[in-house]
């Protein structure tokens, strides 16, 4: 076992390769919660942030939320999409907020837990593989099995689909997958544009995917 890993395991941050101890789901999100590997990383940045993971997930969640990683607004208030692109997700999902965040039902994993900063001109630093490699397997095993995988945008979509196409093909190609995986652009108002370029998305993959959630949701 590397250096690297000892010190996770003595830290009770075990991450990938680590099958053998994997964790209780209230310890693994316990531990996500305390997480300061990327702390000299966010002091860096142009916003010289400190960690703050949010890990929003539970035992028997049937419905995975895949994101990138936390906004500004989310970084302050600790609560998952809980901002404008969280308000269009929750319309194309058509759940209202209180089934939205039951834990119960909903699990919350983005492609890296914490928010990861602006550059030096304001643009959204991407998702830290780091957190990818130390946390993800781990929390996907947990969770296991999930009901529906809503995956939302190109680094979601390369981790859970393994596939590195535009992310306009990958989600026109949404048939392939569904109705287990739902492959979406973020929905970050930046989007907008391109949900009125690709009207189809509306048209169709939209009402797959609600009928879908409905399902799931109300299941037992």
């Not at 993971?53 to 302050?76: D, E, S």
């Not at 093909?169 to 739902?182: G, K, L, M, N, S």
């Given at each position: 076992m590397s250096a690297f890993l000892l010190l996770l395991h003595s830290a009770g941050l075990a991450g990938r390769g680590s099958a053998p101890y994997l964790q209780s789901m209230p310890d693994l999100a316990a531990n996500i919660s305390r997480c300061r590997l990327c702390a000299d990383r966010f002091a860096a940045?142009?916003?010289?942030?400190?960690?703050?993971?949010?890990?929003?997930?539970?035992?028997?969640?049937?419905?995975?939320?895949?994101?990138?990683?936390?906004?500004?607004?989310?970084?302050?208030?600790?609560?998952?999409?809980?901002?404008?692109?969280?308000?269009?997700?929750?319309?194309?999902?058509g759940l209202d907020v209180e089934e939205f965040y039951d834990r119960t039902r909903v699990a919350f994993v983005p492609m890296a837990f914490c928010f990861p900063g602006y550059n030096a001109t304001g643009s959204d630093l991407p998702p830290p593989a780091l957190c990818r490699d130390t946390w993800h397997d781990e929390v996907m095993a947990a969770l296991a099995?999930?009901?529906?995988?809503?995956?939302?945008?190109?680094?979601?979509?390369?981790?859970?689909?393994?596939?590195?196409?535009?992310?306009?093909?990958?989600?026109?190609?949404?048939?392939?997958?569904?109705?287990?995986?739902?492959a979406l652009p973020h929905p970050s108002w930046r989007n907008t544009a391109w949900i009125r370029k690709n009207p189809w998305f509306e048209a169709e993959v939209l009402p797959a995917l609600r009928s879908q959630v409905a399902k799931v949701m109300q299941d037992g």
């Open positions: 940045t142009a916003t010289g942030h400190r960690p703050r993971p949010v890990a929003w997930f539970a035992p028997g969640a049937r419905l995975l939320i895949a994101g990138q990683a936390p906004g500004a607004r989310v970084h302050a208030s600790g609560k998952p999409f809980n901002d404008a692109s969280g308000a269009r997700l929750r319309e194309w999902l099995p999930i009901r529906l995988k809503v995956l939302v945008g190109a680094h979601a979509h390369r981790y859970h689909l393994g596939i590195r196409g535009s992310m306009t093909q990958t989600v026109a190609q949404w048939r392939d997958y569904a109705p287990e995986i739902f």
